[in-house]
């Protein structure tokens, strides 16, 4: 016999209660992480619109200067490419970051820091923070997520099963910074941004302004245009499929996988 319980009206308002109990609790006890996420994923939406809304002007000959700026001018994220792009990486945003990454990364932060964690009634020493805390998490991140992306693509299994979802799209915009299989999602590219905070046991102020800047910086490197007459090296990396594995060049300019300058759309032979 089937059991047709799940159709039951008073089991599907038991799991919503439940399922509403979980995500006050949640807010409560991860509610830093919480916010971070939900405010870099503002970010992260209207970053996206952005680059839609500039490659559609792009595609349609609407616009001569973003035609300039646009580094593969002839490349187009369209039709069910763009439906999957929306989808897995929307999913990762609300579902993966906001219920998985949050209570797990939050529970690891608390275990660190105890009882030293600062909180929102702290007070800000914005010169320490600023001056000395964020450009230590710069670091920190590049360098974590240089090493995760850099094994990803020296581990023939990390790259066929995981990390090739990611480079499904040689010309990519905005969105495509969080197109990820979940777990890279989750350990390659959310970890390395608590890292730092984490060491550096960062006011919550701080962490939100960290997550805005370290959201807006992946969605720069993922844009596909040239801004402010500078072109992202990490665009490079999705065009070689090589070089430039970090997400601000100096892991890489201090290991040695730098491009050395090459720019892509300027000799597509070199394409790896």
């Not at 990390?163 to 799209?169: D, T, Y």
Request: hydrophobic share 40%; aromatic share 16%; net charge positive.
């Amino acid at each position: 016999n089937v059991n047709y319980s799940y159709c039951n009206p008073k089991s599907n308002l038991l799991f919503t209660m439940m399922l509403s109990e979980y995500i006050l609790m949640m807010w409560n006890t991860s509610s830093v992480s919480c916010r971070c996420s939900l405010i870099s994923t503002v970010v992260f939406y209207i970053a996206s619109l952005i680059g839609f809304y500039a490659d559609h002007l792009v595609a349609t000959h609407r616009s001569s200067l973003l035609s300039r700026c646009k580094l593969q001018p002839s490349q187009f994220i369209t039709g069910k490419d763009k439906r999957d792009l929306v989808f897995l990486s929307s999913f990762n945003m609300l579902f993966v970051g906001l219920f998985i990454c949050c209570p797990l990364y939050e529970w690891l932060w608390g275990r660190i820091q105890a009882d030293n964690r600062l909180m929102e009634s702290d007070e800000w020493i914005w010169q320490n923070e600023l001056l000395l805390k964020i450009p230590f998490h710069v670091v920190v991140t590049d360098f974590g997520f240089y090493s995760i992306h850099y094994l990803f693509h020296h581990s023939p299994i990390l790259y066929k099963h995981i990390h090739k979802i990611h480079h499904r799209f040689s010309a990519p915009t905005a969105m495509t910074c969080v197109y990820a299989h979940p777990l890279e999602f989750a350990i390659g590219n959310v970890l390395p941004i608590y890292v730092g905070p984490i060491i550096t046991n960062a006011h919550p102020i701080t962490c939100y302004i960290w997550w805005c800047l370290a959201l807006l910086g992946t969605c720069k490197g993922h844009s596909g245009y040239r801004i402010l007459n500078h072109s992202d090296h990490h665009e490079e990396h999705h065009f070689f499929y090589k070089y430039n594995y970090g997400g601000l060049y100096i892991t890489d300019y201090l290991l040695g996988s730098a491009s050395e300058g090459k720019v892509c759309g300027t000799n597509n032979k070199k394409r790896g």
